[in-house]
Structures are given as C-alpha cells and as structure tokens.
C-alpha cells in the first residue's frame, strides 16, 4: 500500500505543479484538484486505484499538450503576421 500511496502523492504533486499555468488561473486549479482527489479518498479497491491514476497520468499529458498549443500559438502570432 506505500507504493500506492507514493503514486498517488507523486500525481498529485506533479498536477500541481502543471496547474501553474492554468488558463484560468493557479487558484482555480487547485481547488478543483483538491476536490477530486478527496472525492476518491475512500476509493481501497487496487484496480480502482490504479484506474485512476492512470486518469491523472493522462491529464497530465493533456494539460502539457494544451500548453504546448498556447506556445504554438503565442510564437505563430509574434513571427507570422495575420492573414
């Protein structure tokens, strides 16, 4: 169960420090983190567990690939003159 719990506290750390950049601010993002995670505080079934770290894994790769397209976007404006 430690691993698990080392898991779980590694995702969340690293969702927060993702959520810094948040498009609708840090506050924002940390509350409604906090919240889910203690949705599923009760959760003691290994395979739901594992589910749903799996879940964060894949927002993480979510929110880093809508960072990505606000860099995109960002460089495309400064070098590239609206058509």
Do not use: H, W
């Not at 894994?57 to 058509?83: N, P, V």
């Amino acid at each position: 169960m430690s691993a698990t719990r080392t898991k779980v506290i590694t995702l969340y750390k690293n969702l927060l420090f993702l959520g810094k950049d948040y498009p609708k601010g840090y506050d924002y993002f940390k509350t409604r983190l906090k919240e889910s995670f203690l949705k599923n505080k009760e959760v003691k079934d290994k395979a739901q567990i594992e589910m749903l770290l799996t879940r964060g894994q894949y927002i993480i790769k979510e929110l880093e690939a809508l960072y990505m397209l606000k860099k995109y976007r960002t460089l495309k404006k400064r070098y590239y003159s609206e058509q």
